[in-house]
């Protein structure tokens, strides 16, 4: 299996949440709750918008770096993937890593639910 230089989970394997999440609070995170956590706790608390959420052709890099050192990494990507946020990097992930994560999670789900 090669690795390319984009992020890269394999959620190939069949495991549960609890595994797949080393806090199961995370995907009961609403709104306030994340929001209260990340400016509280969050390494981008400080940091411009616009950094989370650059233009078309600009890279995501600068935004990546800072998710890289925050301690709610997890916590901000579990979010995004329950709520589906479209846009913007979360989690140090961007919207089409999350797209195949989710994409992922789904077949895992349906294979699992068929055997």
């Not at 706790?41 to 890099?61: I, L, T, V």
């Not at 800072?66 to 979360?90: K, M, R």
């Amino acid at each position: 299996m090669s690795l390319s230089r984009e992020f890269y989970v394999d959620w190939s394997e069949s495991i549960t949440p609890e595994q797949m999440l080393p806090d199961e609070r995370i995907s009961q995170l609403n709104l306030g709750d994340y929001q209260a956590l990340r400016k509280e706790k969050g390494a981008c608390r400080d940091e411009d918008p616009s950094k989370f959420f650059p233009g078309s052709g600009d890279s995501q890099n600068p935004a990546k770096l800072i998710c890289a050192s925050c301690v709610i990494q997890t916590d901000c990507l579990e979010y995004a993937l329950s709520n589906n946020e479209a846009h913007g990097v979360w989690g140090g992930v961007s919207e089409r890593e999350r797209r195949r994560m989710r994409r992922s999670r789904r077949i895992g789900t349906t294979a699992i639910t068929q055997s």
